[in-house]
């Protein structure tokens, strides 16, 4: 029939609904983002209805657009749950990589090599702080950031991560039934460190900074250095870096919002010419230079986190991809001076 639809275009539909931005939403699905506007468009001659409203800076659902929203989920949920029935696959596993190219991306992009039967699906929040009603309701299994742990990052409700036993220890194998080292508990959850990465900076390649092979914290001091630029910036993020520049006297941009994506960064460093706390594993930005930060040699510590009654083998694949992953490159190992934001600080000191 003329008017039938195809699930694809549903499936487009809904990530570039949820995520209100086509590149994010490009990103989701590992597609080009002409070929997901291409589709929407396509959704929407099928319908015969405007599903947004699309603007220089925002795109918005329509009247329309917030109906389909909520038929189209029901009729994903029940095609793909109707296709593992059939096919006896075990469900899909969605993974909030955080961004593009940054290290929970890496560890996904592994895992999938280890389990090329399981279906993975990327997302792009903004690490744990946003996760707990996805990790709650279904709609996310894994995510990384800092661990529930660090103050100042607001305190699990019931419904969410749990509140009972936070920060409590544990080793040997967890609720999903694979070894984690470091494993940590919260009632709903389950964490355990990924990786120690290096805090650098990006810099317009023609800053007087960007000719040193590495950048002194204390030279940042009168350079408005800005925490807020990047798919990395998340509020444990936010959190982190305010401790670390606090005692050199280093005051942080902070009256903007969050800036996501790399032409919008790439667009910042321009607007500002200043330089921008990042993490080494930094997509390449044009225009720009990324210098490793030093006096300290500061650390963020990654962290992935899942529900606690999960036992999917997509989530044993990404327990591999870590294991071999900081065996490889020593992403758990602490650098001689290493600094790290508290409370992670006290843990980091006690495996040097």
Do not use: N
């Not at 220089?56 to 593992?84: N, Q, S």
């Not at 409700?157 to 039934?177: I, N």
């Not at 389950?190 to 900076?201: D, G, M, N, T």
């Not at 994506?261 to 667009?267: K, P, S, V």
Request: glycine share 10%; aromatic share 4%.
């Amino acid at each position: 029939m003329p008017d039938d639809v195809e699930i694809r275009l549903l499936r487009h539909y809904v990530a570039v609904a949820e995520e209100l931005h086509f590149s994010r939403a490009a990103q989701r699905l590992y597609v080009a983002q002409q070929a997901l506007s291409r589709d929407v468009r396509k959704l929407e001659d099928r319908v015969g209805r405007r599903l947004l409203e699309r603007t220089t800076r925002k795109v918005a659902l329509t009247p329309e657009g917030r109906l389909l929203l909520t038929r189209a989920r029901e009729i994903l949920a029940l095609y793909d749950a109707t296709m593992l029935d059939l096919r006896g696959r075990p469900r899909s596993l969605t993974v909030d990589v955080v961004g593009a190219g940054l290290t929970p991306a890496l560890v996904l992009a592994a895992a999938r090599a280890h389990a090329p039967g399981v279906e993975f699906f990327a997302r792009f929040h903004s690490g744990t702080e946003a996760a707990p009603p996805l990790l709650a309701d279904g709609r996310l299994d894994v995510t990384f950031g800092r661990s529930p742990e660090p103050p100042g990052l607001g305190t699990p409700g019931p419904g969410t991560l749990g509140s009972e036993a936070l920060g409590s220890g544990a080793s040997g194998p967890g609720a999903s039934g694979v070894r984690a080292p470091g494993l940590g508990a919260s009632g709903r959850v389950r964490w355990r460190p990924v990786r120690h990465e290096r805090i650098a900076v990006l810099l317009p390649e023609r800053h007087p900074l960007a000719q040193l092979p590495a950048i002194p914290l204390e030279s940042l001091r009168g350079a408005s250095p800005c925490i807020r630029a990047g798919d990395h910036a998340t509020p444990g993020w936010e959190h982190a870096v305010l401790q670390l520049l606090a005692p050199f006297g280093v005051d942080a941009a902070l009256a903007h919002p969050h800036v996501r994506g790399g032409d919008e960064l790439a667009q910042h460093l321009r607007d500002r010419d200043a330089p921008i706390l990042t993490l080494t594993t930094q997509p390449d930005i044009p225009g720009a230079v990324l210098r490793p930060l030093v006096d300290p040699v500061a650390m963020f510590p990654w962290t992935m986190i899942w529900r606690a009654d999960d036992d999917h083998p997509g989530l044993r694949a990404l327990h591999q991809a870590v294991d071999e992953l900081a065996a490889a490159h020593d992403w758990l190992g602490v650098p001689d001076g290493a600094w790290f934001p508290g409370p992670e600080a006290g843990s980091a000191r006690q495996k040097a």
